[in-house]
C-alpha cells in the first residue's frame, strides 16, 4: 500500500497509542476538523514526525477551540495548545491590579477611620489631627477667641487661656484684650479678626 486517505473525514483526534504505531506509507490527513486543545497537544510531535510521509502537510488545519480555528497544527506550539492568551492576560492583569486596588481600598478605609475616630486618636496617643492653619493666607490677628463669662475668669479661662497660649496660639481674651466700648461691639470684632472662636459654656455664660 502506498498511500492511505483519511482526508476529508470527520477526524478530529487520534488515540495516543497511535504514536506507537510504525507508519511507512505516504498519508492524507488534511481537511478535518481538528481538536487543537491541550490534551491533544502530543499530536504537534506525531504529525511532524511523519511530516516527509504526509502528503497534504498545508491542509492539516485546527478547528476547535475558536482561538485556534484555521491554524496549521504542524507550525503550532504546546503553549499554543494549552495556553488561552485571552485568560492569561487577564491573570497576569489582575495579578498586577488586584494588590494594587487592595492598597487603595485599605488606605482609603484606614483614611476613614482615622477620620472617623481622630477625637479618640487625640484623647489616647495625643495626635491632634486639627492642629494646621485653616486659614492659610489670611491676615488675622488671633488664632482663637476665647469667649467666656467673667465669672468663670477664676480658675477655668485662665487655665484653657494657659494652655492655649503654652501651645503657641495667638489668643484674643476679654480681660486683657478688649477695648473701652460697648461689649457686642468688642464681641463681633474678636470674632472676626480670630480664625476661631473658643466658648466656655457655664450656668454663668447661658445666663449672659
Aim: glycine share 6%; hydrophobic share 35%.
Amino acid at each position: 500500500m502506498k498511500l492511505v486517505n483519511f482526508r476529508d473525514n470527520m477526524l478530529q483526534s487520534f488515540p495516543k497509542h497511535a504514536g506507537t504505531v510504525n507508519i511507512s506509507t505516504g498519508i492524507l490527513l488534511g481537511g478535518n476538523p481538528y481538536q487543537c486543545s491541550c490534551e491533544n497537544s502530543w499530536t504537534i510531535g506525531w504529525f511532524r514526525s511523519l511530516s516527509h510521509q504526509i502528503a497534504d502537510v498545508g491542509n492539516i488545519l485546527c478547528s476547535s477551540p475558536s482561538r485556534m480555528y484555521g491554524r496549521s497544527l504542524l507550525k503550532s506550539t504546546e503553549e499554543d495548545f494549552c495556553v488561552d492568551p485571552v485568560k492569561r492576560t487577564l491573570t497576569i492583569t489582575l495579578s498586577t491590579v488586584l494588590p494594587i486596588v487592595v492598597c487603595l481600598l485599605f488606605l482609603i478605609v484606614s483614611g476613614l477611620l482615622f477620620y472617623k475616630l481622630r477625637v479618640k486618636f487625640y484623647g489616647k496617643w495625643k495626635l491632634h489631627p486639627f492642629d494646621r492653619d485653616e486659614c492659610t493666607g489670611e491676615d488675622m490677628d488671633y488664632d482663637v477667641f476665647l469667649c467666656c463669662s467673667s465669672e468663670d475668669e477664676n480658675p477655668h479661662a485662665e487655665r484653657i487661656l494657659h494652655l492655649l497660649e503654652s501651645n503657641g496660639y495667638r489668643v484674643c481674651y476679654h480681660e486683657r484684650d478688649f477695648h473701652a466700648g460697648l461689649i457686642l461691639e468688642n464681641i463681633s470684632q474678636a470674632i472676626e479678626r480670630s480664625k476661631r472662636t473658643v466658648c466656655l459654656l457655664s450656668e454663668n455664660f447661658l445666663r449672659r
